[in-house]
């Protein structure tokens, strides 16, 4: 069964960094697309960014767009996403997610992503 943790998250000021780290383990890492999701308090999951499983190709949500960076390293079954100039609205709970089956494209639809981790809170103060 597939396993991803996601690391990293805290609390931080308003134009803060932070980089967050998803390990997986359970199946081979470069077959696959990855994603990173965040979830608000009282809001519907939404879409961050997502790396095809080559590490060629990238999508980022509009939010995130400029502030954030998405890279695996396949041969540490990791991806990570770096976060520059922290806004309060990217206070959330940020999940990883991988897809069930082989595939490259990088999907912004959560539907495309069947395994999940648990999460990690990123609270950022004004």
């Known amino acids: 069964q597939v396993v991803l943790v996601e690391s990293g998250g805290g609390l931080v000021q308003a134009g803060d960094s932070l980089r967050l780290s998803c390990a997986a383990s359970?199946?081979?890492?470069?077959?696959?697309?990855m994603a990173w999701f965040r979830q608000a308090s009282g809001k519907e999951r939404e879409f961050v960014a997502a790396?095809?499983?080559?590490?060629?190709?990238?999508n980022y949500a509009d939010a995130v767009k400029g502030r954030f960076t998405m890279s695996r390293d396949n041969a540490k079954n990791t991806v990570y996403l770096q976060m520059n100039s922290l806004k309060p609205e990217d206070t959330a709970v940020y999940y990883c997610?991988?897809?069930?089956?082989?595939?490259?494209?990088?999907?912004?639809?959560?539907?495309?992503?069947?395994?999940w981790g648990p999460g990690t809170q990123v609270t950022v103060s004004s």
């Open positions: 359970g199946r081979t890492f470069s077959s696959y697309a």
């Open positions: 790396i095809s499983w080559s590490g060629d190709s990238t």
């Open positions: 997610a991988t897809t069930a089956l082989r595939g490259n494209y990088p999907y912004t639809d959560l539907r495309n992503y069947h395994y």
